[in-house]
C-alpha cells in the first residue's frame, strides 16, 4: 500500500533516493535544503517527520547520513 503523500513529500523521497544512487549514502539534511530550495533545515526535518510518520523513511537517531527509504514500492 502507497502513503498518501504530498507532492514535496514525494520529491524529497525521490532527492533521497537519486542522491544515494549517485553517491552511495544519504544527503544530509543542508544537502536537502539546497535541493529542494527550502529556505530553513527546520523545513527538511518536518518533511522527514511526516514521512518518518507515514511510514515510508527510517533513520537512525544520532547518526549522521542514514536515511532509508522504505514502504514505498518503486
Not at 502507497?2 to 514525494?10: E, M
Not at 553517491?23 to 529542494?36: D, K, N
Not at 536515511?67 to 514500492?73: F, I, P, T
Request: net charge positive; glycine share 10%; hydrophobic share 40%.
Amino acid at each position: 500500500m502507497r502513503a498518501n503523500l504530498t507532492r514535496r513529500q514525494s520529491d524529497i523521497l525521490f532527492a533521497i533516493r537519486a542522491f544515494q544512487v549517485t553517491h552511495g549514502y544519504s544527503p544530509s539534511r543542508r544537502e536537502l535544503q539546497h535541493r529542494m530550495g527550502l529556505a530553513y533545515p527546520s523545513s527538511v526535518t518536518c518533511h522527514l517527520n511526516a514521512l518518518r510518520k507515514k511510514g515510508v523513511l527510517t533513520w537512525d537517531a544520532g547518526r549522521a547520513r542514514t536515511l532509508r527509504v522504505v514502504g514505498v514500492g518503486g
